[in-house]
């Protein structure tokens, strides 16, 4: 059984940086695309990030030049380079991996919060 494990999440100042890691780990399997998203409370969740196995990215419009995503494809692991932080970035995150087969995964979310 596939899971995907996150870390990196905390809580940073405003223009603050961190970095968010996702892991899949189980069964050997092939992964497409792999990606961010987001919830703040009260909101719905939303797409940060997203990579295909080929290194194709999207991002969403208000993380455009201060969010990075990459994969090491090796080792079926995203991550999410985040700087310039603004107390809007405030979510929970979690990653999202579509496997082949069509199965669409979900991690259990890793808390950001960003401090005025």
């Known amino acids: 059984q596939v899971r995907l494990v996150e870390s990196g999440g905390g809580l940073v100042q405003a ?3 961190l970095r968010l890691s996702c ?6 399997i092939s992964i497409n695309a792999m ?3 987001r919830q703040a409370p ?3 969740r939303e797409l940060v990030a997203i ?3 080929g290194g ?3 991002y969403a419009d208000n993380v455009k030049g ?3 995503i990459s994969r090491d494809n090796p080792k079926n692991t995203v991550y999410l380079q985040m700087n310039s932080l603004k107390p809007e970035d405030t979510a929970d995150y979690y990653c999202n991996a579509n496997v082949a087969g069509g199965t ?3 991690g259990k979310g890793t808390p950001v919060t960003v401090s005025s």
Do not use: H, P
């Open 15 to 17: 223009g603050g940086s």
């Open 23 to 28: 892991a899949a780990s189980g069964t050997r």
């Open 35 to 37: 990606g961010w998203y």
């Open 42 to 44: 009260g909101k719905q």
């Open 51 to 53: 990579i295909t196995s």
């Open 56 to 58: 194709s990215t999207n």
């Open 66 to 68: 201060r969010f990075t």
């Open 104 to 106: 669409s995964l979900w």
